[in-house]
């Protein structure tokens, strides 16, 4: 029926047993803002860190199916395990093992596959949805790069070891394309500059980061096909992956929020009935099932449409993730509907995964940019964002009509 192996299945209940550990501190993660350390060493024992990434450099070999299962399982419980487990499979670590130099390679296995949950750095204070409007720049100086810029609502800044730094390269005094460029902690110049407050997934340090001067050297430049010019694109590919993945602790959440509704409903009696014989909430509750369906069916294709570089497809990410994560505001809202006053206070989990969940539809792709992006492969034709790229296009079709008119 799930469609799933046996293997799989056994590792997701291996996952589920973990979780139940992450259950029980996620309310004191959320509370105290540490990082979850403690099950961050249970989940790299488990070889949750870096499943996915090949035998031949130590990992399990997994899918992106694979680390699905496993960041579900997490984010029903504990959502910043969930993307902990997200980062630690998918994104930085997928685009290194799909493009990096076995130098490359070997250094993001041995950090992953000893608990480090890698940095993805691409967003600046102006450019966020515009991602290449970014001004942080690498310089080539002799065999090494020098970057300066600012980087904000870096997630895991000051935990992560692992950096993936996008910047815009300069050789020879020409702007060249944009790349990414892999530094690790503790480098000379990669600085945090400050940890962003705010509204839910706590235990997770959302923070600026300060480039000032970080020299890194050619050999940790990552280097997608299609040069610098045409790279930055197949690096992003590396994001579809994420997307599944941020798409996949939005599910969690929304499946953990409605096994508390349902528990609830059946419990709290008013009027001399369980609450949930109500129709009004036996619908609410009716409709969240099917919303929670609808968006592990979507992720599910996503994850399995992986290629041979292990990303999934762009148009199925992109789905995946716009349903998952407006779906999860809608069910976790309902869900602590549920629970009436009870549900609104801090002594219960409701309000926590209500605040966790709110976050999907803004990072990695907002649901209005990724809705953008579902657009153009459905219309089969650019939809350019840029007033230039629009002039451009409107000044292309007008050559196409005349041309035709000739
Ligand atoms: C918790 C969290 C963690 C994050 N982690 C990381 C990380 O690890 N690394 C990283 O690099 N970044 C990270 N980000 C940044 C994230 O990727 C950006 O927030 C996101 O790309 C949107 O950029 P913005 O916030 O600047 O919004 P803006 O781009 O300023 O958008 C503001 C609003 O305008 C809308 N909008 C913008 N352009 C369009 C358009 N063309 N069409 C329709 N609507 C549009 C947006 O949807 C949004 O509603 C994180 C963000 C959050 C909240």
Not at 65 to 81: G, I, N, P, T
Not at 293 to 298: G, K, P, S, V, W
Not at 313 to 328: G, H, I, P, T
Not at 373 to 402: C, H, M, N, S
Request: aromatic share 6%.
């Amino acid at each position: 029926m799930d469609g799933l192996t046996p293997e799989q299945r056994h590792l997701r209940d291996r996952a589920g047993e973990l979780a139940r550990e992450a259950a029980a501190q996620a309310a004191e993660t959320d509370r105290s803002l540490a990082y979850p350390w403690p099950m961050v060493e249970r989940m790299t024992e488990a070889g949750f860190m870096g499943l996915t990434i090949p035998r031949e450099w130590g990992g399990l070999g997994g899918s992106v199916m694979d680390a699905v299962l496993v960041v579900e399982e997490f984010s029903k419980v504990c959502a910043v395990c969930g993307r902990i487990a997200v980062e630690a499979n998918m994104g930085a670590v997928g685009a290194i093992m799909a493009y990096g130099t076995d130098g490359q390679k070997k250094l993001a296995a041995g950090l992953v596959l000893a608990g480090d949950k890698p940095a993805i750095c691409i967003t600046e204070p102006d450019a966020g949805s515009a991602a290449t409007e970014m001004t942080t720049t690498a310089v080539k100086h002799g065999e090494d790069w020098v970057i300066n810029g600012r980087k904000t609502w870096i997630t895991g800044g000051g935990v992560s070891r692992l950096h993936l730094i996008f910047a815009r390269v300069i050789e020879d005094g020409a702007f060249k394309g944009i790349a990414s460029f892999i530094a690790v902690r503790g480098a000379p110049g990669l600085n945090v500059a400050r940890r962003i407050p705010t509204l839910g997934l706590c235990g997770m340090p959302e923070t600026e980061l300060e480039l000032a001067d970080l020299v890194v050297p050619d050999g940790m430049v990552l280097r997608a096909p299609g040069g610098f010019a045409r790279g930055f694109g197949r690096l992003i590919d590396a994001y579809n992956g994420q997307r599944v993945g941020a798409a996949t602790v939005a599910l969690g959440l929304a499946a953990g929020a409605h096994a508390h509704a349902i528990a609830r409903a059946n419990t709290r009696r008013q009027f001399g009935r369980p609450i949930a014989e109500f129709q009004g909430l036996a619908w609410m509750l009716a409709d969240m099932a099917i919303e929670v369906e609808a968006a592990r069916a979507l992720i599910y294709r996503a994850a399995k449409s992986a290629g041979p570089a292990g990303f999934p497809d762009r148009l199925a990410a992109a789905q995946a993730k716009v349903f998952a994560s407006d779906m999860a505001i809608r069910v976790t809202n309902n869900a602590l509907q549920v629970w009436g006053a009870a549900g609104y206070s801090r002594d219960n989990p409701m309000e926590r995964y209500l605040r966790d969940a709110r976050m999907f539809a803004i990072a990695g792709g907002t649901a209005q940019v990724l809705r953008n992006q579902v657009a153009e492969q459905i219309l089969g034709r650019k939809l350019p964002q840029t007033r230039d790229g629009f002039l451009k296009l409107v000044a292309e079709e007008a050559a196409v009509g005349k041309l035709a008119a000739d």
